[in-house]
C-alpha cells in the first residue's frame, strides 16, 4: 500500500513539472507577443528641384459674347423686306432689311428744286436792274416812309390814352379807398348798439327781474333753470355756443374798435385795407354771435310752446331785437364786402393800366426802330440796284447755291439708310422685324452676335490688385467637363461694385481659341496667372512648418534611398530629424520658392506615417526566461500548493 502511494507522489511531480514548464513557454510567448506589439513611425521625402512657380487667381462668372449690337434703324418707314433669318450667319456690309424711302426720294426731289431755284436767283443776281424793278423798290420805300410817319402819329396817340387811362385808374383807386374808410366807419356807428344789445341778451338779467325765475342770474342761466333738469342738457350746447360765439365777438370788436380808433381816413391804403379786412372778420363773428344767440332763444321758445308753457314776453323781445341785429349785420357785411371786391377791382385795374403803359413805353422804341431799320434796308436796296449787282450779293447769292448742293447730297445720302446692313460679321438673333412692319427710327429690328466669345469673371479686391490686361488665363466650363481653353485678360474694372459690404470688380477675358459648344450664358471658371518665377528651388506646401515667425522644414540627419524615400509607404529613420530653417519667397497652391537655407537636392520631410509593425528582434541579453514571464514566485508558491 505504501509503495503504491509513493508510486503516485512520483508520478504526479512529473505532471507538476511538466505543467510548469508549459506555463513559463507560455508567458515567453505572451511577452514576446506585447513587445512586438509597438507603433513604428515612417516618413515620406521629397528633394528640393529647381523649376517655374506659377501663381495664380481664380474668378467664375459667365459667358458672354464680345460684341453684340441692337440693329436699329436710323429712319422711319414700312419693312419692305426682311432679307435674314434668326441664327443667320451675316457678313459686315450684308442687306438685312429694306424700308420704304419713298419720303426720302421726295425730300430729294425737293432738294433739287431748290437748287434749281437758287441757281436761278444767281443768274438773276448776275444781270442788270431794268427800269421795272427800279421803279418797284421806289414805290417800296415810299410806302415804307408812309408807314414810318403813322406809325410816330399813332403811338403818340396810343401812349396820351394809356397815361389817361392810368390816371383814371389812380383816381378810381383813391375813391375806392375813401369809400372803404367811409363804409369802415358807418359800420362803427351801429356795431356799439348792437354789440351792448347783445351783451345784455347774453349776460343781462332781464329775464330772472321781470319773469321772477327765481334767484338772481344772467339771462343765459336764467333760461337754463327755467327748464326741469333732465331736460337741461338739450339746451346746454345752445347756450355754451351763445356765450362762446359772443365772447369771440366781442374779442375781434374791441380790438377792431382800438385800430379803428387810431386809424385816419388819411392813413396809408395798407392800413385802410388792413382796417377792412378786420372789420370784415368782427361783423362776421358778430353776425355768427348773434345767430347763436338767436338759436338758444327759439330752441327755449319752441319747447315753452310745445310743453304748453308760457314763454317770456322778455324773450320774445329779446328775439326781436337780435332779429333786428342779424338784418343790420348783413348789411353792413354787404357793404362792406361790396367795398372790398370795388376795392380789389380798381386795384387790379390800376395795375393792368400802369403794365400796359410800361409795356408801351418799351415796345415804342422798338417798334420806331424797327420801322426806320426796314426804311432804311430799302433805301439801300434801291441804292444797290441802282449801283447793280454787289459783289458782297453776289458772295452771299453763291453761298446759298452751295447750302442747296450740299442739302442735296445730304439728301441722297440718307437714302442709305432706308438699307439696313450688318456693321460687321456675325450671327443674327432676336429677329423681331417683318414685312409690313412700321418701324420708327431707332427701332430695334435685331440683334448681331460676334462668334468671338469671352469670359466676363469677378474678383475681390484682394485679387484684382494682381490682375493685369494681357496676362494669360486658363477656361474651364461647367457644361462641358473635359474642356479647357486658354485666354487673354482684355479689360479690368477700374471701379468696383459693393454688395453686402463686398467689393468686386469685373474683368473681361478674350478666348484664344473658339469652340462652338461654349454658348453665351453658361457658368465659366477661370485661373489667371499673374506672375511666372523660372528657375527657383521649390518645396512643396506640406513640407513648411513654422514656429512663431521662424518657418523650418524637417531633413532626415542620415543617408536615405531615393527609391524608398518618395514611395507611399515612406521609410524609416535611425537617427532623430533635424530642423532647417528656411526664407520663403512666392507660392501657389502647391508649391513654395525657398530663397535661403536649403539647396538643390536636400531631402526634406513631406508627410509622417504612423502604424503598427510585427518585429522580430529578440528578447533583450541577460534577462532569463522566468525574468521575461515576470510571475516565477507565483509558480513556485503554485507548485508547492499542488504538492501538498
Known amino acids: 500500500m505504501i509503495k503504491r502511494i509513493f508510486e503516485f507522489i512520483k508520478k504526479k511531480k512529473i505532471l507538476t513539472s511538466v505543467a510548469v514548464l508549459v506555463l513559463v513557454g507560455g508567458t515567453f510567448v505572451a511577452y514576446r507577443s506585447l513587445k512586438s506589439d509597438t507603433l513604428e513611425t515612417r516618413y515620406v521625402l521629397a528633394q528640393v528641384t529647381k523649376g517655374t512657380l506659377i501663381t495664380s487667381v481664380s474668378g467664375s462668372g459667365q459667358v458672354s459674347a464680345s460684341n453684340q449690337l441692337d440693329i436699329k434703324t436710323k429712319v422711319s418707314g414700312e419693312v419692305l423686306d426682311v432679307l435674314v433669318q434668326n441664327g443667320q450667319e451675316v457678313k459686315a456690309g450684308d442687306v438685312l432689311a429694306q424700308l420704304d424711302a419713298k419720303d426720302a426720294y421726295k425730300t430729294v426731289r425737293d432738294a433739287q428744286l431748290s437748287l434749281e431755284n437758287a441757281q436761278l436767283s444767281l443768274d438773276k443776281l448776275k444781270q442788270a436792274a431794268d427800269d421795272y424793278s427800279i421803279l418797284q423798290s421806289e414805290n417800296s420805300l415810299a410806302s415804307s416812309q408812309n408807314s414810318l410817319e403813322k406809325l410816330k402819329v399813332s403811338q403818340q396817340t396810343d401812349l396820351q390814352q394809356a397815361q389817361q387811362s392810368k390816371q383814371k385808374a389812380e383816381d378810381n383807386i383813391t375813391k375806392a379807398y375813401e369809400d372803404a374808410y367811409n363804409s369802415v366807419a358807418n359800420t362803427f356807428l351801429e356795431l356799439p348798439a348792437i354789440m351792448t344789445e347783445m351783451d345784455d341778451i347774453v349776460y343781462g338779467n332781464g329775464i330772472s327781474d321781470k319773469e321772477n325765475t327765481g334767484g338772481s342770474s344772467d339771462n343765459i342761466n336764467a333760461l337754463l333753470n327755467s327748464v326741469p333738469s333732465q331736460q337741461r342738457i ?4 345752445f347756450a355754451m355756443a351763445a356765450k362762446s360765439d359772443y365772447d369771440q365777438a366781442r374779442s375781434l370788436y374791441n380790438e ?75 348789411s353792413n357785411y354787404s357793404s362792406l364786402l361790396s ?40 433805301q439801300m436796296s434801291l441804292d444797290n440796284l441802282k449801283a447793280g449787282p454787289d459783289a458782297l450779293d453776289l458772295r452771299a447769292q453763291e453761298l446759298s447755291l452751295q447750302q442747296r448742293q450740299y442739302a442735296l447730297a445730304d439728301a441722297q445720302e440718307k437714302i442709305a439708310n432706308y438699307t439696313v446692313r450688318a456693321p460687321f460679321d456675325g450671327i443674327i438673333i432676336n429677329l423681331n422685324a417683318k414685312k409690313g412692319d412700321d418701324a420708327s427710327s431707332g427701332t430695334a429690328l435685331a440683334t448681331l452676335m ?58 473681361t477675358i478674350t478666348f484664344d481659341t473658339q469652340d462652338e459648344r461654349v454658348k453665351p450664358g453658361m457658368s465659366v471658371s477661370a485661373a489667371i496667372i499673374t506672375d511666372a518665377k523660372q ?24 543617408t536615405v534611398d531615393a527609391n524608398s524615400a518618395t514611395s507611399n509607404n515612406g521609410i524609416t529613420l535611425k537617427n532623430p530629424l533635424k530642423q532647417q530653417q528656411i526664407q520663403t519667397g512666392a507660392a501657389n497652391d502647391s508649391e513654395t520658392e525657398i530663397t535661403d537655407g536649403l539647396n538643390e537636392n536636400d531631402w526634406i520631410i513631406v508627410r509622417t506615417i504612423s502604424n503598427s509593425t510585427t518585429s522580430t528582434s529578440s528578447a533583450p541579453t541577460g534577462q532569463n526566461l522566468l525574468q521575461m514571464g515576470g510571475s516565477g514566485g507565483s509558480l513556485r508558491m503554485q507548485t508547492g500548493g499542488f504538492g501538498r
Request: hydrophobic fraction near 35%.
Open 450 to 507: 460676334t462668334q468671338q466669345k469671352i469670359a466676363e469673371i469677378t474678383l475681390n479686391e484682394i485679387d484684382v490688385a494682381k490682375v493685369k490686361v494681357g496676362q494669360k488665363a486658363t477656361l474651364t466650363f461647367d457644361a462641358i467637363e473635359d474642356l479647357n481653353i486658354t485666354g487673354t485678360v482684355t479689360d479690368v474694372d477700374m471701379i468696383g461694385t459693393v454688395s453686402q459690404g463686398v467689393v468686386t470688380y469685373g474683368i
Open 535 to 558: 528657375d527657383v528651388l521649390l518645396v512643396p506646401n506640406s513640407a513648411i512648418k513654422s514656429m512663431g515667425q521662424t518657418d523650418y522644414v524637417e531633413m532626415p540627419d542620415e
Open 256 to 330: 377792431d374798435l382800438s385800430d379803428y380808433k387810431t386809424t385816419s381816413r388819411y392813413a396809408e391804403n395798407d392800413a385802410i385795407n388792413t382796417l377792412l379786412d378786420q372789420t370784415l372778420t368782427t361783423v362776421k363773428a358778430i353776425a355768427q354771435a348773434a345767430k347763436s344767440e338767436s338759436n338758444y332763444l327759439d330752441a327755449w321758445a319752441d319747447y315753452r310752446s310745445k310743453n304748453n308753457f308760457t314763454v317770456f314776453a322778455t324773450v320774445t323781445a329779446y328775439q326781436n331785437d337780435l332779429s333786428d341785429i342779424i338784418n343790420k349785420v348783413n
Open 339 to 378: 367795398v372790398q371786391n370795388s376795392l380789389q377791382d380798381n386795384s387790379n385795374s390800376l395795375d393792368n393800366a400802369t403794365q400796359s403803359l410800361a409795356t408801351m413805353k418799351q415796345n415804342q422804341p422798338l417798334d420806331l426802330a424797327a420801322a426806320e431799320a426796314s426804311l432804311e434796308e430799302k
Open 234 to 237: 338739450n339746451f346746454e350746447p
